[in-house]
């Protein structure tokens, strides 16, 4: 099945205490993406990533990195969560980016991580 | 300045009736593309229409269709013959460049 997974689903840290939220996605897509999405505010580009070893900023990103080693790979670390980071975090693919064509440029999504930062 | 604006927190829609989500947009480049995704109560997000800024015609998928309209910058939702399962919040998002960005959204509830 086609599908993005990350891990973990929820999670509960405290102040400073490093983490990373795992994603992967099997389509073989070029394209990955984390955003982070909160109340009234919609979703939040962190980071992404057009191939592997390629990766910029988004909206957000301060106090985030992310990393893609390889093609199905694209985990979001927190190296010292603090609580405004308290979120629910997406990660995203698609086949490829830019272009004026639909196919492809539509984005899939994981379930989503609910991270709570104490 | 919002790169995409969504002005409704909430609207409410009776069964089998169709509704219009809107969807302004800022950006000074030719080509962009517009999304729109669903999020139930679950909590997924669940991609449902695009429209790439070159496209004449508006795009339609089954009783989503986008009014796209390029000079007012505007790319509203229409759900036709909405039913039970249409009530969630509804994304609109463009694609600048290499990077995407989502409005605050609107919630939809469609009532029996």
């Known amino acids: ?118 | 300045a919002q790169k995409i604006t969504q002005t409704q927190p909430g609207m409410f829609v009776q069964e089998k009736e169709a509704v219009t989500l809107d969807c302004t947009y800022d950006t000074s480049d030719q080509s962009y593309g517009l999304f729109w995704y669903k999020q139930p109560s679950s909590g997924e997000m669940i991609f449902l229409i695009y429209q790439g800024s070159y496209d004449e015609q508006n795009a339609t998928e089954g009783r989503y269709s986008l009014n796209f309209q390029k000079a007012r910058k505007s790319a509203n939702l229409v759900i036709s013959a909405s039913q039970l399962g249409d009530s969630a919040m509804y994304f609109c998002a463009m694609r600048e460049g290499n990077q995407f960005y989502f409005g605050t959204g609107t919630s939809l509830t469609v009532i029996p």
Not at chain 1, 21 to 46: A, F, K
Not at chain 1, 84 to 108: D, I, K, R, V
Request: charged residues 20%.
């Open chain 1, 1 to 118: 099945e086609a599908q993005v997974t990350q891990n973990p689903r929820y999670l509960i840290t405290v102040t400073g205490k490093k983490l990373t939220v795992t994603c992967s996605q099997n389509m073989n897509h070029e394209y990955m993406s984390w955003y982070r999405q909160d109340p009234g505010l919609g979703l939040r580009q962190i980071y992404y990533s057009m191939n592997v070893e390629v990766t910029d900023k988004g909206d957000v990103p301060e106090g985030y990195k992310v990393s893609r080693k390889e093609k199905r790979n694209f985990p979001l670390i927190l190296e010292s969560p603090s609580p405004n980071q308290t979120s629910l975090y997406f990660c995203a693919s698609s086949l490829y980016y830019g272009g004026t064509s639909g196919s492809g440029n539509e984005q899939f999504f994981g379930p989503g991580t609910r991270l709570t930062v104490l």
